[in-house]
């Protein structure tokens, strides 16, 4: 009886899931981008509207954290989850502005093939917050492993590419060569936010499964 009257925890999960789900959206509107530069201006603009969303969600969380008594996890883990995927959708929506306003007339295969990569990185968030939902331990440290790993050579090959311009150089190339070390700087950050998130996530289920 006494159980019956405590308040009921809010579906803090159901929000965590929807939050990653919003993130993973995001991140496939920015593959988008980046598969279809003549579809850039659209593609930046459902972006926006995703982060303004993931904003709203993300104080929801917190608000709801405040007013509860009772947390199906630590409350803690719920405001780590919660953050670090709010810092990766800002990350994304940092590097779709960058996009935007570069205009390039065409994509480095490097960069192209690191958001895809970067992608399948948010679906194996999805898998492993799903199994904490339901307290089954769905770590994915190695294939994430492997994936990050595949990041970082991409990286390494499109900086190394980027810097090694056969043409003359002409303030035309200098300045197109600035704008795509800005966009593989972001790209680094997002790897490192991504992988902040999946180690949150994968301390948790340590911790409750």
Same mark, same amino acid.
């Given at each position: 009886?006494?159980a019956s009257l405590?308040?009921?925890?809010a579906?803090f999960?159901?929000?965590?899931l929807?939050? /990653?789900d919003? @993130?993973?959206?995001?991140a *496939?509107? #920015? %593959? ?5 530069p !003549?579809?850039?201006e659209?593609?930046?603009? /459902?972006?926006? @509207?995703?982060e303004?969303? *993931?904003? #709203? %969600?993300y104080?929801?969380?917190?608000? !709801? ?6 947390t ?11 953050q670090a995927q709010?810092?990766?959708i ?11 306003i570069f205009e390039?007339?065409d ?5 192209l093939?690191?958001m895809?990569?970067?992608?399948e ?5 999805q898998?492993m ?5 339901e ?6 440290t190695r294939a994430?492993?492997?994936l ?5 050579m991409?990286?390494s090959?499109?900086l190394?590419?980027?810097?090694d311009e056969k043409?003359e150089?002409?303030?035309?190339l200098?300045m197109?060569i600035?704008?795509?070390?800005q966009?593989?700087d972001?790209?680094?950050?997002l790897i490192?936010?991504s992988t902040?998130l ?10 409750n499964?």
């Open positions: 009886m006494f405590l308040p009921r925890s579906p999960f159901e929000m965590l929807g939050q /990653n919003l @993130l993973r959206q995001t *496939a509107l #920015l %593959l988008t981008m980046l598969e279809n !003549a579809g850039q659209q593609a930046h603009k /459902n972006i926006a @509207l995703l303004e969303e *993931a904003d #709203l %969600l104080a929801r969380i917190v608000r !709801a954290l405040s007013q509860t008594f009772i199906p996890i630590d409350r803690e883990d719920i405001l780590r989850i919660n709010e810092e990766t800002d990350c994304l929506q940092s590097l779709s502005t960058r996009l935007s390039f007339p994509v480095r295969f490097p960069a093939q690191l895809r990569t970067t992608v990185l948010f679906d194996l968030t898998i917050l799903q199994g904490l939902a307290r089954k331990d769905r770590h994915k994430f492993k492997a990050r790993g595949e990041c970082d991409l990286l090959t499109g190394a590419e980027l810097m043409q150089f002409t303030p035309l200098v197109r600035f704008k795509w070390s966009i593989y972001r790209l680094g950050v490192e936010q902040a999946a180690e949150t996530i994968e301390e948790a289920v340590l911790k499964v």
